[in-house]
């Protein structure tokens, strides 16, 4: 009882003083976060504002107006110019048909491989596992020369395969790795109850595993897309011609393609580049952050 | 039960295809390209023995050394730069912004998932002295400042791809740290405070502790993206002026294609594979024995 008191008398008289000069302070404190937010959000969408605003202005306008002016007219010539004169669309086309079968390979793979290695029961699993693993640290620059020599030999590097076969392979250890981890997760009991219910393996694979993991695996497929739509190292070196490069090796030689920098049509390509991404990300947020945090090994 | 979770023809049939697919474009190459170094020549030209002469050139090259400088020198920066402001935009979430940090985190999270030859053409303009002045000359104009030709130095080079990662990146490390730093039990902080610790002796005896796993693993992810950068170097500068930023991932780039020295190229790979296999050995044995320690 006089414990009780005690501590309620130096409660009120510790709140007393605090509360005569806190909301001062609070409201200092928060004008400053208010003032910190701002700054932080300009410098980040600045930027990308001002981008989108160059794709709408004229050469006439990017060379005689301030760089900090509006454009005179929102009209979509530059995209236009980009997008035939530019080959946008067939970069884009080319991106597509490399990214998506990869991407399909890499999960359709990487998830069997997984359960394989986390699910299943056998010797030397740990060993496999790790082998994949080594893969994470390997700089790509090291499987380069031996995969074109490859390519070279066997006609491929006319085609797009040799950037669908090498982001499967690239993308597998990742994958593996973050796929085996969600398995890891599940607990053990539920598998094999399957499998005494009389469920062969790969029955449970397809029916439990594959099910039971399906958020997981849209995730890392996510993570995946954007690795491999932002490549430039592998599409720069296994795409000789010009109608088989990707957006961003295309984007790379945007401004050589009209001599003199043309404004409008380069940030009109920038742009479309940025929106796509913008599109997704703003879809899926959640999602791309989670998934690309946990999947940063790679770097 | 283990009959089935151990099936023999299961295991094949799910592994198998991964594994194969996974030897032949990846463990092969990384033999067969430690097997190049001993040659000079090229896919189209053949190849000729040569020993150690490719160790022994690399040793004594001069690009060489400039490269190795340069991605040291930017992957040790870099590190530092970004993994700090994200630590930092962490605290701010975590202690000043608490719960409202969500739409924040998101935009700032924006640019990581943008392409970086879009990133790296962006910041180009922006930082564009001629034929146009760009927005950040325009802005050194305004306080009184001379405009700086920002690409015809490698100093000012070295700069401009600095700021240009950060802004990329630390979003990432921000949503990483920031995952790491809410696991921390309030009542710890609540605690401490009222113990009268100030802002700054919180975060040193604290918060840094107990976020060290996961600033540990930034630092690592950090570390080994930043000595593997080659996008965002190729599409700012193009390895320019001359090659003051030329990193070991482009130098190898050019000697194998431009210069169809498949045999030095490998060579240079192989010390960027094994830069890379150091660091992360070097951070994670250091992270073994605080871990130990604690």
Redesign the interface.
Known sequence: MSTGTLTGTTVTSSAAPRASKGPRRRTARRVLAAIATTVLLVIVAYPLIWLVLGSFKSQDEFLNNSVFALPESWSLDNYATAWTEGNLGTYIRNSVVAVFPSLALTIVLGVAAAFALQVMVWRGRNVVLFLFLAGIMVPAQMILLPLFTIYVRTGLTGTLWPLIITYTAIGLPLTVFMIATYFRGVPREIFEAAALDGAGALRTFLTIGFPLIRNAIFTVALVQFFFIWNDLLIALTFTSRDDLRTIQVGLLNFTGQFGQVQYGPTFAAISLNVLGTLAIYLVLNQRVMKGLTAGSVKG | ??R?????R??V???G???V??S???????V??FG?TAFEGN??SGFHFVGLDNFRELVSDPKAHEALWFTVRFALVLTVVQVGAGYA?AL?YVF??RRRSGL???????????????VA???Q??FEVA?????VN?LLELVGLSPVDWFSAGGTSFVVLLLMET?RSM??YA??LY?GLIDIPEEMIESARLDGASWLALVRHIVVPLSLPVLLASLV??I??T??V??SV??LTSGGPGSTTTPL?LY??QT??AYGQ?GY??T???L??VL??LV?LVIFRSARRDATEA
């Open positions: 039960m283990n089935v979770l151990g099936d023999r299961a295991i049939v799910l592994l295809p991964a594994l697919l996974y032949l474009v990846m463990l092969v190459p990384v067969w390209s190049y896919a189209i935009l701010f000043v912004l924040v985190r998101t935009l700032v999270f924006f640019p990581v998932v943008i392409p970086t030859v879009a053409l962006l910041f303009q922006l034929p146009r002045t760009g927005p325009q802004w979003g990432f949503v990483l995952a992810f950090s080994n993206g000595l593997k080659f996008d190729v599409a991932t190898m780039f194998s294609f498949y190229g490998s240079i790979a192989l960027l594979s890379c296999l992360t």
